[in-house]
């Protein structure tokens, strides 16, 4: 749920924002670019830019008049690594069992704001055919059981989904294509306490993701099985009892 109870300061929100509009496929904009996706006027938006520019946030390409990302998070990406690599380290021997007892890919999500990535995956030595996963990667929301798990704790407000621009892309027939559906998925999710897709992002595969939550009652992580829809049946209700055990131990361990 979110917090209505936290002020906001605007012109942080708005340098935030600008931020936010570099992405893996938007590594140079220009300002017109900037303030039209911010939605704020040219002015506005060119003393904004300026400011993160001066402190070294962004970079200014005066030849092509375009901004891209700068150096500043450079030496912030250190102190991050180290935090992520705490996370592992209580995290993977719990998560490689489970790769090893089941035969699946198992894995470690981590939040950021309204998404959620893989940071440890792990799989099994003596399979035949095994799930690969990207770490790192922006996955869809809707269509995979973190990302559903994300959306019930964190963006889920009053039986409204509190995202903007929330759009659907069919993935497979199975996919979730309307807010309606999705509610009601996430009612069962919530009674149930684990997240579960079948097919949805990919044809033939099935996974389950269960909540890693803070004292605030927010996801701050995931621990998730991804396999074979064939092989899920037979494994179902004792994973899942594993991945519940695991997510209480690693949650321990995260807010120690």
Request: charged share 15%; hydrophobic share 40%.
């Amino acid at each position: 749920m979110l917090n209505q109870s936290i002020k906001i300061i605007q012109s942080v929100q708005r340098s935030i924002d600008i931020l936010n509009c570099f992405n893996d496929t938007s590594h140079h904009l220009s300002l017109n670019d900037i303030s039209q996706r911010v939605k704020l006027n040219i002015n506005t938006t060119r003393g904004l830019i300026n400011t993160l520019t001066v402190n070294g946030l962004l970079i200014h390409d005066k030849i092509n008049n375009l901004y891209s990302l700068g150096f500043y998070f450079i030496g912030k990406a250190n102190i991050i690594q180290k935090q992520v690599e705490s996370y592992i380290t209580s995290a993977k021997s719990y998560v490689d069992n489970v790769a090893e007892k089941y035969h699946v890919t198992a894995s470690l999500q981590l939040v950021n704001q309204h998404q959620i990535y893989s940071i440890y995956c792990a799989y099994p030595s003596n399979t035949a055919y095994t799930i690969i996963l990207s770490e790192y990667s922006s996955l869809p929301l809707y269509a995979t059981s973190s990302g559903k798990l994300l959306i019930l704790y964190n963006l889920y407000d009053n039986n409204k989904l509190s995202i903007k621009n929330f759009e659907f892309k069919k993935y497979t027939p199975h996919t979730i294509m309307s807010e309606e559906a999705l509610i009601k998925n996430l009612d069962e999710i919530r009674k149930n306490k684990y997240a579960s897709e079948i097919e949805e992002f990919e044809l033939g595969v099935s996974s389950m993701a269960v909540p890693i939550l803070n004292q605030s009652n927010q996801l701050i992580a995931t621990v998730s099985a991804t396999l074979f829809v064939n092989n899920l049946i037979n494994i179902k209700d004792s994973l899942l009892s594993d991945l519940k055990e695991i997510a209480n131990e690693i949650s321990n361990n995260f807010l120690k």
